[in-house]
């Protein structure tokens, strides 16, 4: 079903007076704090037993891939099973891995089992929750609500990775895992104390596997939702190429110490300024109209690195294409209309996957392109890539599918 954009502007204030949304909201936060610290702290270990820097990668992407298989097979689970249970007991799931990663002694290639094994569930719940924001918010709200979990989660991933370097120069690595597990547990506990109990929507039964497949084979087959989707996962792919290489970057251009990591701050910053302009003082008509130009906007600025800009000017442009992330705004509303009732849970949980999937791969593919021809211009090939699809994206409207 399409409707037209709202015209009404929804306030921040108003979407997070709904409890039950507040209460989805905050776990989430507690829960990407943890999988920040975790994904750094079993990096870092699986270094220090292997001395691998290979391993060390894999480690630290081991959580991304599967999940597209789990949203392929499992992502009908989103619609069929209380989601209550399904979110706490994600959560849960995750508590216990990461528990097992930081007492047990495991080899590494079955600690990087045991990730990749939670990764392919994880599509389940991130699904089940995107359902609960959809049936709980609507009109602008629901938008604003989509654009308050994805603010979290930039400033939740910083805390991460903070919380997480501490712990580990603290107290270790596996401790620095226990501390992980013990966040889980609290966004678990949370979400089976702050939800009320629900019913599924009675998504019909059969099996699993092929219920899977073929709502991902709807997903992806009809038009205007596959649009939709690539639209949402492709600048944020190409642009995490560029993020993954300012480490790189920056000790090429031999900058001071710790430059990089104000230079990789600067992105989620400019995202969150992004997300409340656009947010809070553009009316949901003129967002949707903005989606292109703002999706331009992350791409842009990165083609300057093909001229090997110093700090501050890197700053500035990093600072400048994270705002662009606001461009996702215009889109919300559309791909809820476009995705059937019966099938929401599996199509929040194929963006989802599909987001983290994407991400994952973007960096291989620009580092393998910086090996050849240098970091600034696997950066600026990044932000073409990007501008690219912005170009695409203005191609159609997503207002009116056809």
């Not at 249970?85 to 089992?113: C, F, M, N, Q, T």
């Not at 290489?245 to 090429?252: E, F, K, S």
Request: with cysteine; net charge positive.
């Amino acid at each position: 079903m399409t409707t037209h954009a709202p015209t009404h502007r929804t306030t921040y204030r108003e979407v997070l007076a709904e409890p039950r949304f507040r209460v989805l909201f905050l776990a989430r936060s507690v829960a990407i704090t943890a999988d920040s610290l975790r994904i750094s702290a079993f990096s870092v270990l699986v270094f220090a037993t292997t001395a691998s820097p290979l391993l060390s990668a894999v480690a630290f992407g081991a959580g991304f891939l599967p999940q597209l298989f789990g949203s392929v097979l499992l992502g009908p689970l989103a619609d069929r099973l209380p989601p209550r249970a399904l979110i706490a007991g994600g959560y849960l799931l995750e508590a216990v891995a990461a528990l097992a990663l930081a007492s047990l002694p495991l080899s590494v290639a079955a600690d990087l089992a045991l990730v990749a094994l939670v990764a392919v569930v994880t599509p389940v719940f991130h699904g089940a929750s995107g359902r609960l924001v959809a049936r709980w918010l609507t009109g602008d709200a629901y938008v604003l609500g989509r654009s308050l979990n994805g603010m979290a989660s930039s400033v939740a991933q910083l805390a991460g990775l903070a919380v997480g370097g501490a712990a580990v120069a603290a107290l270790g690595t596996r401790q620095a895992l226990a501390v992980g597990a013990a966040l889980h547990l609290t966004a678990a506990v949370a979400v089976r104390l702050g939800l009320p109990r629900l019913d599924p929507d009675g998504a019909p039964a059969g099996s699993l596997a092929k219920a899977g497949l073929r709502g991902t084979a709807a997903l992806l087959g009809a038009r205007h939702p596959r649009r939709l989707l690539l639209a949402q996962w492709l600048p944020g792919a190409a642009t995490a190429g560029a993020e993954a290489l300012i480490v790189a970057y920056a000790g090429q251009r031999h900058f001071a110490p710790g430059t990089y990591a104000l230079l990789m701050a600067c992105l989620p910053a400019g995202m969150l300024v992004g997300a409340l302009v656009v947010g809070r003082l553009v009316r949901p008509p003129v967002r949707e109209r903005l989606v292109a130009p703002l999706a331009a906007v992350m791409g842009l600025p990165l083609l300057a690195f093909a001229a090997d800009p110093g700090a501050g000017a890197s700053a500035a442009l990093l600072l400048c294409a994270g705002t662009g992330f606001a461009y996702a705004l215009g889109l919300q509303r559309a791909f809820l209309d476009a995705v059937p009732d019966a099938n929401q849970g599996q199509a929040f949980g194929l963006l989802s996957s599909g987001t983290m999937t994407l991400q994952g791969l973007g960096p291989a593919c620009f580092g393998v392109l910086a090996t050849a021809a240098g970091t600034g211009a696997a950066m600026a090939a990044a932000g073409a890539a990007t501008l690219a699809t912005a170009c695409w994206i203005a191609t159609w409207h997503t207002a009116n599918p056809s």
